[in-house]
């Protein structure tokens, strides 16, 4: 099995002056999942090399055995150090795409072009794609093969307006994920905010929150065995 995790390369959190990027648990967990599962792991971003790490993700109330174990993982600290370019990437070598989130993604990676075009080209050839959090960003300008948005009639969740509001960031990101969802016809569906909630439609998998990432990257694999 050949997976490629996109991360974020975005890390200004809007006009605030604060950090922004993708979150620690988000990446490490499902990252350790693929592993443990005997998966090759490819990490790619935008700008390639160094991805930004959400500076709140690594505080104290957000660690989890993943992060812990992200922390003394020499191996993969030397493998996000150095990122390939989104643009550098074909679906044609990937069994499938897994996308984590942080805030940073509802930045750069809706309107990336190499990631949107990886997204299309993973759906084209019938190859899961799935996302975490704020990541399902990356889907909302994506296309099916009819031209209509990629989420249009399929169910999806992603970081919500309530734990949007929570966070306190209402006012600070360009839009709010789950609204955009709905606005291209996804149907969105929730639980109460931080619960774990993970909805598959086919070969898409996303993931309502941080908590949500190992059951979507557990999914995955469930699809990739099959």
């Known amino acids: 099995m050949k997976i490629l995790m996109v ?3 975005h890390s ?3 006009d605030t002056g604060e950090k922004s990027g993708f979150w620690v648990e988000e990446f490490a967990a499902p990252y350790y999942v693929f592993q443990d599962a005997g998966a090759e792991v490819t ?9 930004p790490i959400d500076p709140k993700s690594e505080a104290p109330e957000s660690q ?3 992060t812990q174990r992200f922390k003394e993982d020499q191996a993969l600290q ?9 643009s550098e990437v074909s679906a044609k070598d990937f069994d499938a795409i ?5 805030h940073g993604p509802l930045w750069d990676l809706y309107e990336n072009a190499p990631s949107l075009q990886l997204i299309e080209d993973f759906w084209k050839t019938q190859k899961p794609v799935a996302a975490v959090c704020h990541a399902p960003a990356a889907l909302l300008n994506a296309k099916a093969e009819n031209g209509d948005p990629l989420v249009k009639g399929r169910q999806v969740t992603g970081f919500t307006n309530t734990e949007e509001e929570a966070v306190g960031l209402t006012q600070v990101v360009p839009y709010l994920l789950e609204d955009e969802l709905k606005s291209r016809g ?4 929730k639980k109460e905010d931080w619960a774990v909630h993970v909805v598959q439609d086919g070969l898409l998998i996303t993931g309502q929150n941080p908590a949500s990432s190992e059951e979507a990257a557990q999914k995955l694999l469930k699809l990739l065995r099959k």
């Not at 990490?43 to 991805?51: T, Y």
């Not at 030397?78 to 989104?86: Q, R």
């Not at 897994?98 to 942080?102: C, L, N, S, V």
């Not at 996804?186 to 569906?189: A, T």
């Open 186 to 189: 996804g149907l969105f569906s």
């Open 78 to 86: 030397a493998l996000l150090a150095d990122t390939k370019k989104v």
């Open 98 to 102: 897994f996308f984590p989130g942080g």
């Open 64 to 66: 989890t055995p993943a």
């Open 12 to 14: 200004e959190l809007g």
């Open 7 to 9: 991360l974020t390369s």
């Open 43 to 51: 990490v790619a971003s935008p700008k390639g090399g160094q991805p």
